[in-house]
């Protein structure tokens, strides 16, 4: 098994070898700041799911097709979309492209169960 360079970790690029733990360190810092604020948007698009699921309604796989599909057209990170949905519920108004994107996404998951 070949073992891990810096290179392996930043999608390839190769560093001189005295930059090479510098480079590395860079990396995983990368690496773990994306991982935390992927954990900690976890629990915001679990309740997103939930708000869609219940408004919808739907199962939890398409719930989260409706978020990634808003997320697209509205230009927006899930996290984000997420948020919005999850804030709407106490009455915090979405954002407009969201808004949109959010309405015509509803529509099309409640036409193709007949509702």
Do not use: F
């Not at 995983?28 to 919808?56: F, N």
């Not at 519920?89 to 969201?98: A, K």
Request: glycine content about 6%; some cysteine; aromatic content about 2%.
């Amino acid at each position: 098994m070949r073992q891990r360079t810096p290179g392996d970790l930043c999608g390839g690029a190769s560093a001189p070898e005295r930059e090479a733990p510098r480079a590395e360190v860079a990396c995983l810092r990368e690496e773990a700041t994306g991982l935390r604020r992927a954990l900690e948007s976890y629990p915001v698009i679990d309740m997103a799911r939930g708000v869609i699921m219940a408004t919808a309604p739907c199962t939890k796989e398409q719930a989260w097709q409706l978020l990634v599909e808003v997320s697209q057209h509205a230009n927006v990170k899930v996290r984000d979309v997420a948020r919005s949905v999850v804030d709407g519920v106490s009455g915090t108004p979405l954002p407009p492209e969201v808004h949109r994107a959010l309405v015509v996404a509803l529509r099309r998951v409640r036409a193709a169960r007949g509702t």
